[in-house]
């Protein structure tokens, strides 16, 4: 790949910078993975997918990467501004179940749902119940810069200079996301460790200085972060929610951690938020979108990542029926244009594919423009200058970033069966196969009535394919 640079937008200084890695033998990167109380959402998901995308980059452009995302088990509350019950302890004691039962079935769903996007899995997942000697260690490096109250140990943020200047939050607006709290000094203050309350007994408690009980959410992060990619790293990502509370409350404790103005990472990136028409996707109403909602409506996982990749990280992304729908096609259109070129391939390679490659890495390499990659792709992919084999070959590449498996796809894997779908594929295909032989014989009455009574049981016929008679269920 060639040495262009890349581009990507810092939260810390709200402007694009080089990318710069501390050591180019191996880039460190960071995500905040899920809290596992719960399925994730398709909104938690896009950040996971943008984290994907830029890892894909990175090591499309060279670089080997060491990419850790944590596991949430312990210590998030109910309020992301560190105010409310434990989410795991809501959780277990809603469902009737241990709190350790309750993180292996949700961590497990996450990852499953991980893998159809097809995100490359991190070099480690790391999960903060793992981590528990290491954050009282943590801690007591920087108590002198805390104060223990009733509820526990509290990080005093003025501190370190320039607390919240990441999220570049007034007071008013910073505070107002900020419940009080018997005790605390300064409204922005948070816990780094919570004791548990006098005569109750959590599932998740461990001894410490300041009293049994549990770390705070904000110290995981940092925490684990550290350990694993070591001080500074280079990349720390999460969704644009983070960048308000949680990453200034992680940037304070590394600080603090180092007594220097280090904030961990070099390069702080946010995702923004998937909306829907009642505003941002969230678990709280107890009624969202997850990744099985989408298929057992008929949608492929990678229709969800299509939807991601043509719209920009940063800006915000509305989620509707009708959106993905087309994104599903694209994804159809682009699989049936690789079938095609691959029935026709010879294996002779002629022409230059290379001016692609580097609109590609153009795009990419200018903060991750994916929107500006898809359509190149459609020009390499219908180009009649280049061979097959060459345009085949330069798929590799697009999909190496792209991630949407163009490799290895079938047209029979975008085939998914609403839930609803009373009707067989078998059914389907019986009568696909009358309707072509109606069609032959001119028997063009036939072949409607066939198209119509396919449409009332939910499959849509989909005509003008060269290559063969497609089909998709609607129901």
Known sequence: MSSSPLTFYNSLTRSLEPFVPIDPRLVRLYTCGPTVYNYQHIGNMRAFLFADTLGRVLRWKGYPTKHVINITDVGHLTSDADAGDDKMEKAAAAQAKSIWEIAAHYTAAFKEDVARLNIDPPAEWTVATDHIPQMIAFAKRIEQDCYLIDGGLYFDTTRVPDYGSLARAVSDAGESRIDPVSGKRHPQDFAIWRRSPPGEQRQMEWDSPWGKGAPGWHLECSVMSLQHLGHPFDIHTGGIDHREIHHPNEIAQNQAFCACDDTGARLWMHNNF?????????KSTGQFLRLQTLVDAGFHPLAYRMM????????????TWDNLAAAFTRLKRLVIARDALRARDDGTLKGDAEPYLARLEEAVGDDLGTPRALPVLDELLADKRLSPATRLQAL???????GLNLTTLTRTDLRVRPVTAIVTEADIEDQLAARKDARAAKNFARSDEIRDAL???GVEVMDG???AWDWKLTL
């Open 274 to 282: 998937l909306v829907d028409r009642g505003g941002k996707m969230s």
């Open 308 to 319: 991601c990749l043509q719209a920009h990280y940063r800006s915000e992304l509305e989620f």
């Open 396 to 402: 590799d590449d697009f999909d190496a970033v792209l």
């Open 455 to 457: 449409a009332t049981a």
């Open 465 to 467: 394919d060269a290559l």
